[in-house]
């Protein structure tokens, strides 16, 4: 199933919520602190974090910008570091207006789509240059980085597999030449068979059909909320907000043990 929203009481809630809906947006009276989380899981044979150094989960203390629809790990060529669940914690929600956060179902939203957009997506092999990784954190200007089908099978149902930028900021994604330029993440795209212009057109169409899809649901995140997303079948991203702000949001990726 794909949507559940509910409200729990303590860490050891979300073991339980684990694989029972491909997104679940937990409500809570208080903050359950990434220790507990963490102490909750160790206990769990079924699953592991993936680690950051030293920690469990990665922080991150500022919004402003948007953020393109996508999953983690597309730049991985190794099926068991690409996390099966992410946990989004809000320590510390942002006041600005602005900045929700976008899930995207991808296999409920390719149900959703006209055959022949279907079958372009299908069809569509997009190359990813300049994209920084944890393997090469400062990639040269138009360097090749990886390629990746556009729809991919998992579990039996068609999802996608790309980067999808949000168009309607129309400053921030731009057309340079053969390539599609995200300028937020400074990440180029192409794909055989596709101009620049043509690629760019295709992303705002498919922006079109996104934004008033029932597959896209949108959240104003506050503080003690805690999302938890199949990142294989669910994409992420996130809307600008009109100004800087602060904020406290703590993402755990997580695999099932044994690695798929």
Known sequence: MSYLEITIESADDLINLINTHDIVYCKSDRYI?????????SRDSRYSFLSYYEKKYVSFHSIYEQNELHYDGISSDNKRVIPDYLFFNVEAAHSADG????????????????????????????CYYQFKSFFNPKPHKDQFSFAVKAVDNYCGNRVLRMHIPLTVY??????DGQFVHCLVDDIKISAPGYSGKDLLEFYEELNSYIFQSKALYKFKLKKNDILIVDNRSVFH???????????????FQLVKRPPI
Do not use: W, Y
Request: aromatic share 6%; hydrophobic share 40%.
């Open 33 to 41: 602190d990434n220790k507990l989380i963490e102490e909750s899981f």
């Open 99 to 126: 900045g929700e956060f976008l899930l995207l179902h991808t296999t409920d939203f390719l149900d959703s789509l006209p055959n022949k957009i279907v079958n372009r997506l299908e069809n569509l092999t997009i």
């Open 237 to 251: 991203g996130r809307l600008a907000t009109t100004i800087q702000d602060k904020r406290l949001m703590h993402r």
């Open 170 to 175: 129309k400053n921030d994604v731009l057309c």
